[in-house]
């Protein structure tokens, strides 16, 4: 395979942030999944048409929370595509069947996300349908790592951590979408996945899911999703920072197979707006209850 970094020099920037006129409250959304933009590249190492590669996208759910950045909230979104490379996993996360050429010895090739071709450079997508024609060089997973997984989190960081100086503590909102035939999800609508407690204050959990059930959604907490390595990475209570995973049915706004908003979409912006607003409410609910108590 030629080694041509795989299209790298068509994301710049590799991710954005919407940032309203004036950040108002400690909470960052973030949505790491939704990047759709192929590198011509990528798609001709692979052995799979586009929308198929597709399928793994968190697809439109940038889209979906846009509307809630009115609300004095930031949002930051990747745009390269999961299935290139994939934020929500340790940055040495890797897969030695995927590769030609030694792997660092620090590299995690044990974990059960690698075991199912599910590491930071995915080996499967869908139901887990290989990626690439053959092996490819490890370099240019290292150079992908470097070039796109460190300088995202490093940005996520920065964020989190400004936050947490102006307002005493931070919240991320993790953004993602499940399709509506993964196991055990039926007719819940969102789930809700801080670590079953770990990751989140409890009552910054119970506020989303009373606000997302005001608008008729069916929420479930931790279960099939308890969250990933950004919610367990970022997520600190005791250290006053919070991160709180959301999934999305996406039966809700869009067409699975066709990957095409419905009309749905709309009802279900309005509902995450209205979720975000409420969640504002509460945080700053929370920072006068703290500065009466100075």
């Not at 608008?215 to 920072?241: C, D, F, M, Q, W």
Request: proline share 7%; with cysteine; charged share 25%.
């Amino acid at each position: 395979m030629r080694d041509d970094s795989q299209g790298l020099s068509d994301f710049d920037p590799p991710f954005e942030v919407f940032e309203p006129a004036g950040v108002e409250h400690p909470i960052l959304l973030n949505s790491p999944h939704s990047g759709a933009h192929y590198p011509a590249a990528f798609l001709a190492a692979a052995r799979l048409d586009g929308l198929t590669l597709r399928r793994s996208e968190d697809a439109f759910v940038d889209e979906l929370y846009a509307p809630a950045t009115a609300h004095g909230v930031p949002m930051l979104r990747a745009l390269f595509p999961r299935a290139f490379l994939d934020l929500n996993r340790e940055p040495f996360e890797l897969d030695p069947q995927m590769f030609v050429g030694k792997l660092p010895d620090f590299a995690n090739t044990r974990s059960l996300r690698v075991a199912a071709g599910l590491g930071v450079i995915p080996r499967v997508v869908g139901d887990a349908q290989p990626i690439y024609r053959e092996p490819i060089p490890v370099e240019i997973a290292l150079r992908r790592i470097a070039t796109l997984h460190r300088p995202y989190h490093t940005r996520l960081a920065e964020l989190l951590e400004a936050a947490q100086r102006r307002f005493g503590f931070a919240l991320l909102i993790d953004c993602h979408s499940m399709p509506s035939s993964s196991p055990d999800v039926g007719a819940c609508d969102i789930v809700l996945g801080d670590r079953y407690g770990s990751s989140c204050a409890r009552w910054i959990v119970d506020a989303v899911e009373s606000a997302l059930r005001a608008s008729g959604l069916n929420v479930r907490r931790n279960k099939p999703y308890a969250g990933g390595y950004i919610t367990e990475h970022y997520g600190a209570p005791a250290a006053g920072r919070h991160a709180l995973q959301i999934e999305i049915n996406r039966r809700l706004y869009m067409d699975e197979r066709a990957l095409r908003l419905t009309d749905g979409s709309t009802a279900l912006a309005e509902a995450l707006s209205a979720m975000t607003s409420a969640l504002c409410v509460r945080t700053r609910e929370a920072l006068e209850t703290r500065w009466a108590a100075e």
